[in-house]
Structures are given as structure tokens and as C-alpha cells.
């Protein structure tokens, strides 16, 4: 018998609340013709998630991400990688293993976030509205977990090039 992670149970049961709630933004959609995303109502909602139930998260997944991007950015100094946004974009070579790596590192906690932003809408809102949770929960922990990983890698990088000064008597 094969034994479930708690990683697959958080991604089933983010995918299976994003599911209940596509057919109520399909409909309003129908009916209302506003995708709502990068609209007026996104921005005004997103300034309310600011001041409502769950405002913590805007710190608290952030700050997590920074120190799983940190503690990856160490691990690619050591390792002699390249910067982590440099590589990404320029450097098809480390691509792959890195984005790979990444995705590794913030699984759960992007499943959290959107998990999250779903029940901060719902508390909010009393409504849920899926593509804005898709977007706003990892854009909450990729842009941060990214910067860190890239300047973590560069201080230690740094520190580890450095040549100690011999001491004279």
C-alpha cells in the first residue's frame, strides 16, 4: 500500500475547494461579464484583504518564504550555483534544476496560500473568486522566496571568496 504525503492531501484539498468554487465564478461571470481579475473590484478587494481576517498571512508567507529562500540561496553558494533570478532567466543549463528545486521548496506553503486567500475572500467577501487565489497566494511567495534565494547566494558567495587576512607577528 502506497502511503499518501501530506503534501498530496493539501494539493487534493486545494484543488477540490478551487473546484466547489468555479462554478459560482463561472456563473457570476455569465452573468456579470467582469473576469474580475486586474479590474477595479481586484484592486478594491486586495486593499480590503489588507485590513481584513487574515492580514497576518500578508507577513507571515512572506517572511516564511524569505527563509526557505535564504536557507536554498546557502545551499547554491556552497554548491557553486549561479544566482538564483540570473539563472532562471539567462542560464537554460541551471533552469530546469532550479525551478525544479524551487517548486520543491514552497509546495506547501503556495497551497497554503491559496488555501488561505479562498477563506480570507470567504470571511471577507462571502464570496470566493478562484483565478484571483491562483494568483495572489504565489505571487505572496514566489517573488519573496526568489529575491532571498538570489541575495542570500550572493552574501555567501561573497563570504566564501573572501580570502582571510593572515595575521603577521
Not at 520543491?104 to 470566493?128: G, N
Amino acid at each position: 500500500m502506497a502511503s499518501i504525503s501530506r503534501s498530496s492531501v493539501l494539493t487534493v484539498v486545494v484543488i477540490a475547494v478551487l473546484l466547489a468554487a468555479l462554478p459560482s465564478a463561472i456563473w457570476r461571470i455569465i452573468q456579470t461579464g467582469n473576469l474580475y481579475l486586474f479590474t477595479q473590484d481586484f484592486f478594491a478587494d486586495l486593499l480590503a484583504r489588507l485590513s481584513g481576517p487574515g492580514r497576518m498571512r500578508f507577513v507571515l508567507q512572506p517572511t516564511v518564504a524569505i527563509i526557505l529562500g535564504a536557507r536554498s540561496g546557502v545551499k547554491d553558494a556552497r554548491a557553486g550555483l549561479p544566482f538564483f533570478i540570473r539563472a532562471v532567466v539567462l542560464d537554460g543549463a541551471h533552469r530546469t534544476r532550479l525551478l525544479r528545486n524551487m517548486f520543491a521548496s514552497i509546495r506547501d506553503l503556495v497551497a497554503i496560500a491559496i488555501l488561505l486567500d479562498v477563506v480570507s475572500q470567504y470571511l471577507i467577501f462571502r464570496d470566493i473568486h478562484p483565478g484571483a487565489a491562483l494568483l495572489l497566494g504565489p505571487v505572496l511567495i514566489t517573488i519573496p522566496y526568489a529575491l532571498s534565494r538570489a541575495f542570500t547566494n550572493r552574501i555567501v558567495r561573497r563570504r566564501i571568496n573572501q580570502v582571510p587576512a593572515t595575521r603577521s607577528r
